[in-house]
């Protein structure tokens, strides 16, 4: 499975946009990538997966350049409440247990 | 009421003990899994089943076991516990191939300290 690399922590304020970029050099023809959430002492939750171009949804937007090589999150207009743990995976959709998690990015949303 | 639920939340045990972790899921899923978390870190597959036949070890089986004794539910032992597995356990579902984006869900976990 494609290795990913993403910053160890972020800090923003209340009410910005904050955007959030994983690198997967290595990834394969029919890999998905796939961002989860995680609160402390919580499990993760997912946000959000796509393949290419750009996908939306209530949460977050996900962009994906035509290489395929990183992908950047989005959170508009963040909270308080989404101080956690982002984890970028990468990995076919045939194969979801072999999620490797990595150690995530820390977002530190400050008022 | 959550879809996936885990006992117990929290166990303190010697060293030596026996101990079972017990996940239930009311998602209807085939796949469950079992992965551990240590402070700071992501977190690693122990074992993952695809249906109630079939069970597969992950990155860092040695030490557990497991038992699938229905679609719903998915246990996790440690044989003889050891301090290096105090570690947070979750437990996840997810659907299988061709039922869409494969997400995963996690329950809320159960904290493991072993003395």
Known sequence: LAKTTQPISMDSYEGQEVNITCSHNNIATNDYITWYQQFPSQGPRFIIQGYKTKVTNEVASLFIPADRKSSTLSLPRVSLSDTAVYYCLVGPMDSSYKLIFGSGTRLLVRP | DADVTQTPRNRITKTGKRIMLECSQTKGHDRMYWYRQDPGLGLRLIYYSFD?????????????????????????????????????????????????????YFGPGTRLTVT
């Not at chain 2, 246990?75 to 984006?101: H, R, V, W």
């Open chain 2, 52 to 104: 109630v036949k079939d069970i597969n070890k992950g990155e860092i089986s040695d030490g557990y076991s497991v038992s699938r004794q229905a679609q719903a539910k998915f246990s996790l032992s440690l044989e003889s516990a050891i301090p290096n597995q105090t570690a947070l356990y979750f437990c996840a579902t997810s659907d299988s191939p061709g039922q869409g984006a494969r997400e995963q």
